[in-house]
């Protein structure tokens, strides 16, 4: 399998996304799946593209609880990660609610994302829990959500 480096920005996103969907709905098809990548941006994105990102996640079916044939990615196909990549391939997505900002990334750079924000000690935050692939940002005054959010895309250059 080759390497997240070896695509564009563009596919890359597509990849990260495509896998974090997986990841967190149950897709019986591709047509599931290409609609929600719509919904996330990819708006032209065409079935055969979709088949040709789910062969690349190295994506399986495999039964689910109520034994429907469901996508999910072989976690021995995964890439790794690599130290060299830049926080903008690192960052899929940024966003937040009234309390808490969301930050998803690319499989295995979670910890990377959080780190980065400890580095910086932005003031207006008071705390980052992370796991492989989320890092959850709690906001020091809930009120300033919506402005550490704004922050954290200025930082890692979203907009």
Known sequence: MKEFDDYSTKEQKQLA?????????????QEALRRDLQQHGFTGISQS???RLLKLLGAIKIRNT???????????????????????????SVEHNSEFI???????????????LDY???????GVIAGSSIVWVA???VQRTGLVHKQINYLFKMN
């Open 66 to 92: 109520k034994g429907q044939k469901i996508y999910s990615v072989n976690p021995q196909s995964r890439p790794a990660p690599d130290a060299a990549r830049s926080i903008a391939e690192m960052v899929v």
């Open 139 to 141: 906001p020091r005054v």
């Open 17 to 29: 996304i495509c896998q974090r969907l997986i990841t967190e709905k149950s897709y019986l098809s």
């Open 102 to 116: 969301l930050i998803h990334t690319a499989a295995g750079y979670g910890r990377a994302v959080a780190r980065i």
């Open 120 to 126: 910086h000690a932005l003031p207006e935050i008071l």
């Open 49 to 51: 593209t979709v088949s």
